[in-house]
């Protein structure tokens, strides 16, 4: 049963949240703090699996002590609640909160918000796991796209059209923007899982104040180097994995999201890197010296790899679940039964073509998964991987820039 912390520093507010979640108390077990203070003594009493605080609080606000759980208490799902008013302070929670929620929240959004945080948990169960991810603040950004993005941002003549293509290059960027646009804080009904929707959509000045007033936006400078891992050489091949998703035959009949997740596939290594940088390291070296591919060696060591990692991750930021389920299972799309190419076949295909194409991108002394023909098999295209073979080279020699 899952144990929820709900904050706030109006009675009449928890008194409602108390009346309407009643029908959860079969499957949830609920306490409630009124402020700060007393949320931090009661998690210090007690263990929780989620807290839901609100933003404006007097002494310590919600941005304040969500930080304050994530670092003491880094496993825990960690929600904010928040009102357009609030526009400006609730910024300040975007590096801490997994999900933000529009007030008045109704109980079904509610509910919904906090099922889909803890889901993928449920499946992806592993202590390592959830402590890695959840002491995380922000997936780290290549130097380059973050002092770019700040440049043209700073220029008032900046088109949406300029955000976005600098937007696209960067794997973090796109995965804390996605995250932001398809919280429940703006209450839209439908995911987007389209960059320059999202960017459109959030504006440039909401984007001017992430840059400036989150860690989401900084430059990457890992606390040691990591040999055989490259920031610059993981973005140019999650790039080149998206291109060819783009120019699937089957990308028609399916969300425009399959880019996103081929763009986001190992966002998980950037988190393992950052967290984990020794771990990373063994496991990039044990890759190399067995000639193995390095999710093997990762399952082996912590039972998981980078595809969970980052799967868990994008889910707790509340991206949209085919998004979520194609980057868990990019390396062994066999764990879902497929009859059709779908998304998760794909981003897969896409990930071992960029591999295949991708030249120079990425160290050569590491062995990378081969094509599995069963899966194709499964989902009778066994006789499209020469057509597909062609796409990926055309795809890895298209034009890029801003």
């Known amino acids: 049963m899952k144990r929820i912390l709900f904050v706030d520093d109006e009675p009449k ?12 108390r079969h499957q949830w077990e609920v306490a409630f703090a009124s402020g700060g203070e007393a949320a931090l003594t009661m998690l210090a009493a007690a263990p929780f699996d989620v807290v839901v605080s609100d933003m404006r609080m007097p002494g310590m606000d919600g941005a304040a002590l969500l930080e304050t759980v994530r670092q003491q208490y ?4 960690r929600i904010i609640l928040s009102g357009f008013t609030e526009m400006e302070a609730s910024l300040r929670a975007v590096p801490v909160a997994h999900q933000f929620l529009l007030k008045p929240c109704e109980p079904d959004t509610l509910r919904t918000a906090i099922d889909r945080a ?4 449920e499946v ?3 202590k390592m796991m959830t402590s890695l991810v959840g002491a995380m603040q922000d997936l780290p950004s290549i130097p380059r796209t973050y002092m770019e993005l700040r440049k043209a941002l700073a220029d008032p003549e900046t088109s949406i059209e300029r955000v976005v293509r600098i937007v ?22 439908r995911e987007i899982s389209d960059i320059k929707m999202a960017v459109s959509y959030l504006g440039i000045n909401i984007l001017q104040n992430l840059v400036v007033s989150i860690e989401a936006f900084r430059m990457f400078q890992p606390k040691k180097a990591i040999p055989g891992f490259s920031i610059e050489e993981l973005h140019s091949h999650s790039q080149l994995a998206a291109r060819i998703a783009a120019h699937f035959p089957a990308e028609k009949k399916l969300p425009g999201a399959v880019v996103v997740a081929a763009l986001l596939h190992d966002v998980g290594k950037l988190v393992i890197a950052e967290r984990a940088p020794d771990h990373f390291a063994r496991a990039v070296a044990g890759a190399r010296e ?4 390095l999710f093997v060696v990762e399952e082996e060591l912590i039972g998981v790899s980078h595809a969970e990692v980052g799967a868990y991750l994008l889910s707790l930021w509340g991206l949209p679940y085919p998004v979520v389920e194609a980057v868990a299972h990019h390396h062994h799309p066999q764990r879902v039964p497929q009859h059709k190419v779908d998304m998760i076949t794909v981003v897969y295909l896409s990930n071992l073509l960029a591999h295949e194409v991708g030249g120079d991108i990425g160290d050569s002394q590491l062995v990378f998964q081969e094509i599995d023909h069963k899966v194709l098999t499964d989902v009778s295209a066994a006789d499209q991987l020469p057509e597909w073979r062609q796409m990926a080279e055309a795809a890895a020699h298209e034009p890029q820039g801003v």
């Open 118 to 121: 803890t889901s993928l948990v």
């Open 13 to 24: 507010i928890l008194e409602g949240l108390q009346r309407s979640l009643r029908a959860e």
């Open 74 to 77: 880094p496993s825990i799902l």
């Open 124 to 126: 992806l169960n592993s």
């Open 168 to 189: 696209e290059k960067d794997v973090a960027i796109s995965a804390k923007i996605l995250q932001l646009v398809n919280s429940a804080f703006f209450g839209l009904t």
């Open 290 to 293: 067995e000639r193995r591919p």
